[in-house]
């Protein structure tokens, strides 16, 4: 079985920053492409952030320059640094990691979400 765990959403005002974690954890032999995505209230979940095991990132239009995603291989943890936030950045994040477990095959797993809220 694996797990994601999410943490570090709150409330932020506009202009500041936020850093999300998250810990992946179970039988996994290696994670490839892990990445984070969001959804506002009445909005499709989209994608934020992507990186591969090797480190190469890919970004919504939206985050770019104000959003760095990064990863601890050894940790199993990936981290989206947040700054400049902004109102449109409030919503649920979450995260999602292509995991090969020991005992079965490369699947895509979520974690449970994160709320971010950014105010005026």
């Known amino acids: 079985q694996v797990q994601l765990v999410e943490s570090g959403g709150g409330l932020v005002q506009a202009g500041g920053s936020l850093r999300l974690s998250c810990a992946a954890s179970?039988?996994?032999?290696?994670?490839?492409?892990r990445g984070w995505y969001r959804q506002a209230p009445g909005l499709q979940r989209e994608l934020v952030a992507l990186?591969?095991?090797?480190?190469?990132?890919n970004y919504a239009d939206s985050v770019k320059g104000r959003f760095t995603i990064s990863r601890d291989n050894a940790k199993n943890t990936v981290y989206l640094q947040m700054n400049s936030l902004k109102p449109d950045d409030t919503a649920v994040y979450y995260c999602?990691?292509?995991?090969?477990?020991?005992?079965?095959?490369?699947?895509?797993?979520w974690g449970q979400g994160t709320q971010v809220t950014v105010s005026s």
């Open positions: 999602m990691s292509s995991v090969i477990p020991y005992d079965g095959y490369e699947d895509d797993y």
């Open positions: 990186i591969t095991r090797g480190g190469s990132t």
């Open positions: 179970g039988s996994i032999f290696r994670i490839n492409i």
